[in-house]
């Protein structure tokens, strides 16, 4: 049986691409890996538990949570922290280790397992994140998530065979 895993897949866009999957691949094992850190993300476990969808509480930050939830065939990698505002009036610390960090962790569990990998990286926000901070003082803010994003393209084109 195909193992799917989604991180972020407690999120707005993870949820709904579990559930879209479980739909066209009923007989597919299909997993939502999230650290359940953005509000609101543990109102879309009642939507995956009655869709079958099995969730895992865990943190792509920390390499052996991934490791935990067992060997897979695709990871789909939609855990960035999408916010502008994220680490705006505190450090910049969690939007590095998650979009960036989380991410090679990621790379390095598909590397163990053998298994491919898609990241799920919004275009329009990082096109929104331009035009919000054209006219803000805090473009340095903005230029370091949008630095981290542009990292996970940078990854993909590096690891192409995964």
């Avoid at 999957?21 to 009642?46: H, M, V, W």
């Avoid at 995956?48 to 865990?58: C, Q």
């Avoid at 897979?72 to 990698?77: G, H, N, Q, R, V």
Wanted: aromatic share 10%; charged share 25%; proline share 3%.
């Amino acid at each position: 049986m195909i193992k799917i895993l989604v991180t972020g897949g407690a999120g707005f866009v993870g949820s709904s691409l579990c559930i879209k999957l479980k739909q066209k691949y009923p007989d597919y094992s299909i997993l939502a890996f999230d650290n359940l850190r953005r509000r609101g993300s543990e109102l879309n476990l009642i939507d995956l538990k009655r869709n079958g969808i099995e969730f895992i509480h865990g943190d792509i930050r920390n390499d052996e949570d991934l490791i935990s939830a067992g060997a897979f065939d695709l990871l789909i990698e939609a855990s960035a922290e999408p916010s502008v505002m994220a680490g705006l009036n505190s450090s910049p610390a969690y939007i590095i280790n998650n979009n960036l960090y989380g991410s090679i962790n990621c790379l390095n569990a598909c590397l163990n397992y053998k298994a491919k990998i898609i990241f799920f990286l919004p275009a329009e926000s990082i096109l929104s994140i331009k035009l919000k901070m054209l006219f803000s003082k805090k473009k340095k803010h903005a230029f370091l998530l949008q630095r981290t994003k542009k990292k996970k393209e940078f990854r993909n084109l590096v690891f192409p065979k995964i």
